[in-house]
């Protein structure tokens, strides 16, 4: 195992499985701390073998007494990066027209509200200079690059994720880097089994993009390999 990162932390917000559990496997993996949140217990096996660098937090970012509980566990903690992964697909096969007020809040809150908001109250736990908020979003909330029939509501909750991502960066006066990132097509529960690539492709290249990202104190919307996605 690689130990020259062993100063460096991170935070992985939704880490039971995917994508979330293949970040916090790859930064562990490069010697880093990793404070990683699940919804339930218990732990996922995979982390078993990194049990002295991967400490675990019970997190639902919807629920209001969850996340003070959370945020007041974690006062004072800084780390180098913290990713708010956690996202759904939405209801499947829905439209504006089909949707009920209940299954869009849900998406919206979990995909767009929850996520940002639980960034700016982790804003402070940060790195000031080198530290970065990324948030987990995907090409398919591109307003220039998607628009095909394909989940219009999942699309216009990332979307919805980025522009108030955008907002919520212009009123920041911390000085640090966010990024909004797109993990690639993956074989995960929500991407299925015909995704392009695999779980450890995705998140080692999204950590070589966030270790390349440090310091550079800007927002940017990037893919797995660091190409920036047009908004
Ligand atoms: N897979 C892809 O191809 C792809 C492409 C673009 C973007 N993304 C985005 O990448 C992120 C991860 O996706 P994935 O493919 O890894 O999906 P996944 O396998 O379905 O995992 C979703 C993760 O989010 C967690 N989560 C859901 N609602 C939550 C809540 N209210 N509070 C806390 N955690 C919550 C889940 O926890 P539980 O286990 O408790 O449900 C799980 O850990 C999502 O934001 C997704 O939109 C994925």
């Not at 006062?75 to 027209?97: C, H, L, R, W, Y």
């Not at 970065?132 to 029939?149: C, E, K, P, Q, Y």
């Not at 212009?170 to 000085?175: F, I, L, R």
Request: hydrophobic share 45%; charged share 20%.
């Amino acid at each position: 195992m690689a130990k020259s990162h062993l100063d460096k932390s991170a935070l992985i917000i939704g880490a039971s499985r995917g994508l979330g559990l293949g970040l916090v496997e790859e930064f562990a993996v490069r010697g880093w701390h990793v404070t990683a949140t699940i919804r339930h217990e218990p732990a996922p096996v995979a982390l078993q073998k990194f049990s002295e660098q991967v400490a675990m937090e019970i997190l639902d970012i919807n629920d209001l007494n969850s996340v003070t509980a959370f945020l007041s566990r974690t006062a004072g903690q800084i780390f180098d990066v913290v990713f708010i992964n956690a996202g759904i697909s939405g209801p499947e096969g829905k439209t504006a027209e089909t949707v009920t007020p209940d299954e869009m809040t849900h998406l919206f809150m979990t995909n767009a509200i929850s996520p940002v908001r639980l960034g700016a109250k982790l804003l402070g736990n940060v790195k000031p200079g080198n530290g970065i908020l990324a948030f987990m979003t995907s090409v398919l909330g591109s307003v220039t690059l998607s628009g095909g029939a394909y989940a219009p509501l999942y699309c216009a909750s990332k979307s919805a994720l980025n522009q108030l991502t955008r907002s919520f960066v212009a009123s920041m006066k911390e000085s640090i880097t966010v990024l909004s990132m797109h993990p690639g097509w993956v074989k995960t529960d929500m991407g299925g089994a015909g995704a392009d690539i695999d779980v450890a492709t995705s998140a080692k290249g999204m950590v070589d993009v966030l270790e390349a990202k440090a310091g550079s104190g800007k927002h940017e919307y990037l893919d797995y390999r660091g190409k920036t996605i047009p908004w």
